[in-house]
């Protein structure tokens, strides 16, 4: 049991035990050569999907997880809300490719300790995660102020207010439509029936005050254009 204790392993040598949770090899093998080379720190697992990674966890029990927000089959937020029930108290840094002024609230609110872009310097993931282990949240600078303003009374733009508002499979649905998928691709990626993707397309339309398919489509795309230059 105490060989397999990655936390006691690496206690021992002075360090904390990182586990990667990402299904992109390379940014998997590129994480650990930049966290291996600290001090303080060692890649202790890897897994690419949210199964495994639930499995490894059990076995390892790092002092801290660096999840992917995109997995095969179960997202990132899923993985998150399944730890959060077996390990309340592991922290959690949320990794992700896509806009923080959407996906960092709902990581947060998923009881996420932080959220990073993978377009920020990778300087920035060992501060978040030293942060993290310091019992703060981390984000980005620009992120934080956002949050602020709005608890001050400051409002986001209309869009992006009302797609606040969407559930998670909603928010999935409207981002596979805004890349240009059709109900019947949705609901082969979603593992859906395509009458429960149509009900959430309505939901979509209803909670964005939109009318027709058509705009549904327009607003998707125009959102994910934004998000990519955003």
Same mark, same amino acid.
């Not at 049991?1 to 998997?28: C, I, S, W, Y």
């Not at 690419?48 to 095969?72: C, F, G, H, T, Y």
């Not at 703060?136 to 303003?149: F, G, H, I, P, W």
């Given at each position: 049991?105490?060989?397999?204790?990655?936390?006691?392993?690496?206690?021992?040598?002075?360090?904390?035990?990182?586990?990667?949770?990402?299904?992109?090899?390379?940014?998997?093998?590129?994480?650990?050569?930049?966290?291996?080379?600290?001090?303080?720190?060692?890649?202790?697992?890897?897994? /690419? /999907?949210?199964?495994?990674?639930?499995?490894?966890?059990?076995?390892?029990?790092?002092?801290?997880?660096?999840?992917?927000?995109?997995?095969? !089959?179960?997202?990132?937020?899923?993985?998150?809300?399944?730890?959060?029930?077996?390990?309340?108290?592991?922290?959690?840094?949320?990794?992700?490719?896509?806009?923080?002024?959407?996906?960092?609230?709902?990581?947060?609110?998923?009881?996420?300790?932080?959220?990073?872009?993978?377009?920020?310097?990778?300087?920035?993931?060992?501060?978040?995660?030293?942060?993290?282990?310091?019992?703060?949240?981390?984000?980005?600078?620009?992120?934080?102020?956002?949050?602020?303003?709005?608890?001050?009374?400051?409002?986001?733009?209309? =869009?992006?207010?009302?797609?606040?508002?969407?559930?998670?499979?909603?928010?999935?649905?409207?981002?596979?439509?805004?890349?240009?998928? !059709?109900?019947?691709?949705?609901?082969?990626?979603?593992?859906?029936?395509?009458?429960?993707?149509?009900?959430?397309?309505?939901?979509?339309?209803?909670?964005?005050? =939109?009318?027709?398919?058509?705009?549904?489509?327009?607003?998707?795309?125009?959102?994910?254009?934004? /998000?990519?230059? !955003?």
């Amino acid at each position: 049991m105490a060989a397999t204790n990655a936390q006691e392993q690496f206690r021992h040598a002075g360090k904390r035990a990182v586990f990667v949770v990402d299904d992109h090899p390379l940014l998997r093998q590129g994480l650990a050569l930049l966290i291996n080379q600290q001090k303080d720190l060692e890649v202790c697992g890897e897994a /690419e /999907e949210a199964q495994a990674a639930m499995r490894a966890i059990a076995r390892k029990r790092p002092d801290i997880l660096i999840v992917d927000i995109s997995l095969n !089959g179960p997202d990132g937020l899923d993985l998150l809300k399944a730890i959060r029930g077996s390990y309340p108290d592991l922290p959690v840094l949320i990794l992700s490719m896509h806009d923080e002024a959407i996906y960092a609230e709902r990581a947060l609110r998923a009881r996420a300790n932080g959220y990073i872009m993978k377009q920020e310097a990778t300087e920035k993931v060992l501060v978040a995660v030293r942060r993290i282990l310091g019992g703060e949240v981390y984000l980005s600078d620009r992120m934080a102020n956002k949050m602020l303003q709005q608890y001050i009374g400051g409002s986001p733009a209309a =869009l992006q207010s009302r797609i606040s508002a969407l559930s998670d499979r909603e928010l999935e649905v409207f981002c596979l439509i805004g890349e240009g998928r !059709g109900t019947r691709e949705i609901a082969e990626e979603l593992h859906l029936s395509i009458k429960t993707v149509e009900t959430y397309q309505a939901h979509i339309k209803e909670k964005l005050f =939109l009318h027709s398919g058509r705009e549904l489509i327009q607003h998707a795309i125009q959102w994910k254009i934004d /998000e990519k230059m !955003g």
